[in-house]
């Protein structure tokens, strides 16, 4: 795997993808990566995955001042991303869970 967590999240998240839309058609979920945080001098990177069925979103950073780890939000494409982050070590992230998320969050 990649030593840069954002080209590594990128490919667990392109992995979880290919497994949901191979096992749930209906949920089709969108990726992006967003650089307006680092654009506008936060240094974070920001990937979000959309159901735009189900108007829901899970948003994921990695910030440059807390390597090691994932900050995560479940919240639907209408809210703000608030404060009330959770957070987990980036190493215990992986495509299945990524899988999971989306198979529970968006199904």
Same mark, same amino acid.
């Given at each position: 795997?990649? %030593?840069?967590?954002? &080209?590594?999240?990128? %490919? /667990?998240?392109? %992995?979880? @993808? &290919?497994? *949901?839309?191979?096992? @749930?058609?209906?949920?089709?979920?969108?990726?992006?990566?967003?650089?307006? /945080?680092?654009?506008?001098?936060?240094?974070?990177?920001?990937?979000?995955?959309?159901?735009?069925?189900?108007?829901?979103? *899970?948003?994921?950073?990695? @910030?440059?001042? !807390?390597?090691?780890?994932?900050?995560? !939000?479940?919240?639907?494409?209408?809210?703000?991303?608030?404060?009330?982050?959770?957070?987990?070590?980036?190493?215990? /992230?992986?495509? !299945? &869970?990524?899988?999971?998320?989306?198979?529970?969050?968006?199904?």
């Amino acid at each position: 795997m990649s %030593e840069d967590p954002l &080209k590594a999240l990128s %490919e /667990m998240a392109s %992995e979880a @993808h &290919k497994q *949901i839309q191979a096992s @749930h058609e209906h949920i089709n979920p969108v990726l992006e990566v967003r650089r307006g /945080m680092r654009d506008s001098g936060i240094p974070a990177d920001v990937m979000t995955i959309d159901c735009l069925r189900t108007r829901r979103r *899970i948003t994921l950073i990695l @910030h440059d001042q !807390q390597p090691g780890v994932l900050l995560y !939000q479940f919240i639907t494409m209408e809210e703000e991303v608030g404060n009330d982050f959770q957070s987990m070590a980036f190493s215990d /992230m992986d495509s !299945q &869970k990524l899988f999971q998320w989306i198979e529970e969050y968006f199904g």
